[in-house]
C-alpha cells in the first residue's frame, strides 16, 4: 500500500468578476489554514482571462508573508506567454521572500486563449513563435545563476561592480522545478532536463483508453528517464471531496458535482485522446478505499489534493480538514512530515 510521505493541495483562487480582492483574500487565507493544518505545500494554478490568479508569481509574493513554512507551488504556468528572464526575477524574489518555500510548476507549447490575447502579449505574429520547451530552458539557465557574457563582463551600479546574472539569485530554486507532463512527448523531455513531475486528472491516452493504465505508464517512463533518480518527486493529483464533516446539503452538491463530471469519463477525447480521472467522493472510508485500488496511487509517495473551482470557502476549508485529518493517516501520512525533510534537504545542500 501507498505510504505518504508529502500532502499538497491545488486551490484555483477563484473569485467574483466585481470582487476579486475578496476571492484572492480567501485564497491567502486558505493557505494559511492548510499550513496551521499541517499541509506540506499550498499550489496555486495560473489562469488568463479568468476569475482565477492569473500572476502566480505575485500572488506567491504575498503569500509568502502570510506563512512560514508551507511550501508554495505553482501548477502550472503557461511559458509560453512568459519571458523567461523576466518571470524568473518575479519567482526567484518570491522565493527569497519566502526562505527558499517556493515550487515552480510549468507547462510548454501554445497557451491557452492564444487565438484572444496571443497580438496583445506577442511583437509580431506569435503563430511563427517557438513555444515549446526551450523557454524553460532558459529560465532554468538564469535560475542556475548563470552568469551573462564572458568572466571580464561587469555591470556599473551605485556601489558595486558585478558579474550580471538574474537577481535575486536563489540557490536551489532551479532545482525545484516541475512540469505538468500528461503525455509521453513531455515526460521524455522534462525527465531528461532534471524537472519533477505533477501528474493530474488530465493525461492523453496513448495506446490505451484507461486512464490509470496510461498516467501508471507516464510516470514509470519519468522514472526510467530521469536525471536525477536520488531526489526526484512525483505528485499525485486528484479531486477528493470527503463528506464527513459536509451537512447534507453541501454532500448533495458534491455528489452533483462529481456526477456532472462522470460523464467525460471512460472515453479519449479530441485529437490528443484526453483521458480524465474520476473525481471521488463519499466518506472518509469510501475515499480511502478507492484510492487504495488506484493502482497509479500505488506508484506515488506524495498527493495533491486538487480543489475544484467554484466552492465556497467553508467547503475548501472542509474538504481540507478532513483529507488531512482521515484520509492520509490511513496511508502513514505523518502531518508535516514532508516539510520536515525539505528544511533537513536545504540545510544540506
Known amino acids: 500500500m501507498t505510504r505518504l510521505t508529502r500532502l499538497h493541495f491545488l486551490t484555483p483562487g477563484n473569485y467574483p468578476d466585481d470582487r476579486p480582492a475578496e476571492g484572492l483574500e480567501n485564497t491567502l487565507r486558505l493557505i494559511e489554514v492548510g499550513e496551521r493544518l499541517g499541509y506540506d505545500g499550498a499550489w496555486v494554478r495560473q489562469r488568463h482571462l479568468e476569475h482565477g490568479i492569473s500572476s502566480a508569481a505575485v500572488f506567491l509574493g504575498a503569500a509568502t508573508q502570510r506563512t512560514s513554512t508551507i511550501e508554495l507551488g505553482t501548477a502550472v504556468i503557461p511559458i509560453g506567454y512568459e519571458s ?3 518571470l524568473g526575477e518575479d519567482l526567484a524574489t518570491a522565493d527569497v521572500l519566502s526562505g527558499g518555500r517556493v515550487a515552480i510548476g510549468l507547462s510548454a507549447g501554445t497557451p491557452p486563449h492564444a487565438e484572444l490575447i496571443g497580438d496583445r502579449v506577442f ?48 540557490p536551489g530554486l532551479d532545482r525545484r522545478v516541475w512540469y505538468g507532463g500528461g503525455s509521453k512527448a513531455s515526460i521524455r523531455w522534462a525527465a531528461t532536463h532534471g524537472l519533477h ?65 462522470d460523464a467525460r469519463l471512460g472515453v479519449a477525447h479530441g485529437p490528443r485522446r484526453t483521458l480524465f480521472a474520476p473525481d471521488v467522493v463519499g466518506s472518509a472510508d ?21 480543489l475544484p473551482y467554484e466552492f465556497e470557502e467553508a467547503d475548501y476549508e472542509q ?31
Open 84 to 86: 523567461p528572464f523576466r
Open 123 to 170: 511583437d509580431g505574429d506569435w503563430r511563427e513563435y517557438d513555444l515549446s520547451y526551450g523557454r524553460i530552458e532558459r529560465l532554468l539557465a538564469d535560475l542556475s545563476g548563470e552568469f551573462i557574457g564572458d568572466e571580464d563582463t561587469v555591470i556599473h551600479s551605485p556601489g558595486n561592480v558585478q558579474r550580471p546574472r538574474l537577481q535575486p539569485h536563489s
Open 197 to 261: 513531475l505533477l501528474t493530474g486528472n488530465v493525461i492523453s491516452g496513448e495506446g490505451t483508453d484507461d486512464f490509470v493504465e496510461a498516467q501508471r505508464a507516464l510516470i514509470a517512463l519519468h522514472r526510467s528517464l530521469t536525471t536525477r533518480p536520488d531526489d526526484l518527486r512525483v505528485a499525485f493529483g486528484r479531486v477528493l471531496l470527503p463528506t464527513d464533516n459536509a451537512d447534507r446539503t453541501t454532500r448533495k452538491k458534491y455528489r452533483e458535482y462529481v456526477r456532472e463530471r
Open 286 to 306: 469510501e475515499i480511502a478505499e478507492r484510492l487504495a485500488e488506484d493502482a497509479a496511487f500505488a506508484d506515488v509517495s506524495e498527493l495533491r489534493l486538487e
Open 319 to 349: 474538504v481540507l480538514h478532513d483529507t488531512i485529518e482521515l484520509i492520509a493517516p490511513r496511508f502513514g501520512y505523518v502531518s508535516g512530515s514532508g516539510r520536515a525533510e525539505a528544511t533537513e534537504s536545504q540545510t544540506v545542500a
